[in-house]
């Protein structure tokens, strides 16, 4: 069974500046999909950015990128210049090719201080 | 932009009756999925749904639950005789696709507490 794992419960950052929230995952799959969601306080789940596995190039959003590792099964979200509006919880997820489930980590709760 | 919504977003039940929550999925979508997450625990799936059946669940969709789209925008999901342990928050979602990267977009959420 996959797994996905967020060992950062919490994170913090000044604004302007640069946080990266880790994620890694266990599979046997050599394809699948790995995607970060934001959620807002008292707000409904939204993509950040996603990644397909068998792309070799990190994706970028905007302010948001990855670094995937896909031999180390590793998948941290680096958001730079970051913004009140980051502060959320933060969480990764997976899916394989031929499935519809999403696997979630536990989160991270991500503080941006002023 | 369209969103996935959910009602109520708040839901007091007695232990032992049955609860209905609803879903009104983004209008072009035809995938439909439900998650729940306990406090402290992680987002886990129920099932997700397609061309009027469940084409995945997990082992925690057991016979007290069950899906339905009942009208063409709806989708609910219903717990036949809750229990104490299904305290949480149901999450519906959609998606355009299924297999593919094209994500699932998420409802806010109905909190759901037995008593």
């Known amino acids: 069974a996959q797994t996905v794992t967020q060992s950062q419960p919490e994170m913090s950052v000044q604004e302007a500046e640069t946080v990266t929230l880790s994620c890694t995952y266990d599979?046997?799959?050599?394809?699948?999909?790995l995607f970060w969601y934001k959620q807002p306080p008292s707000r409904q789940m939204i993509l950040v950015i996603r990644q397909e596995a068998y792309k070799q190039q990190n994706a970028t959003e905007n302010r948001f990128s990855v670094n995937f590792q896909k031999a180390a099964k590793s998948f941290s979200l680096k958001i730079s210049d970051s913004q009140l509006g980051d502060a959320a919880m933060y969480f990764c997820?997976?899916?394989?090719?031929?499935?519809?489930?999403?696997?979630f980590g536990e989160g991270t709760q991500l503080t941006v201080n002023p | 932009e369209p969103e996935v919504t959910q009602t109520p977003s708040h839901q007091v039940t007695q232990m032992g009756q049955e609860v209905i929550l609803r879903c009104v999925p983004i209008?072009?979508?035809?995938?439909f999925y439900w998650y729940r997450q306990i406090l402290g625990q992680k987002v886990e799936f129920l099932v997700s749904?397609?061309?009027?059946?469940?084409?995945?669940k997990s082992e925690i969709f057991d016979d007290q639950f069950s899906v339905e789209r009942p009208d063409g925008s709806n989708f609910t999901l219903k717990i036949r005789s809750t229990k104490l342990e299904d305290s949480a928050m149901y999450f519906c979602?959609?998606?355009?696709?299924?297999?593919?990267?094209?994500?699932?977009?998420f409802g806010d959420g109905t909190r759901l507490s037995i008593l």
């Open positions: 997820a997976y899916r394989t090719t031929s499935g519809s489930r999403l696997t």
């Open positions: 749904f397609y061309n009027n059946e469940i084409s995945e």
């Open positions: 209008s072009n979508h035809l995938y």
């Open positions: 599979t046997s799959e050599s394809d699948y999909y």
């Open positions: 979602a959609s998606s355009a696709q299924t297999l593919s990267n094209q994500p699932q977009h």
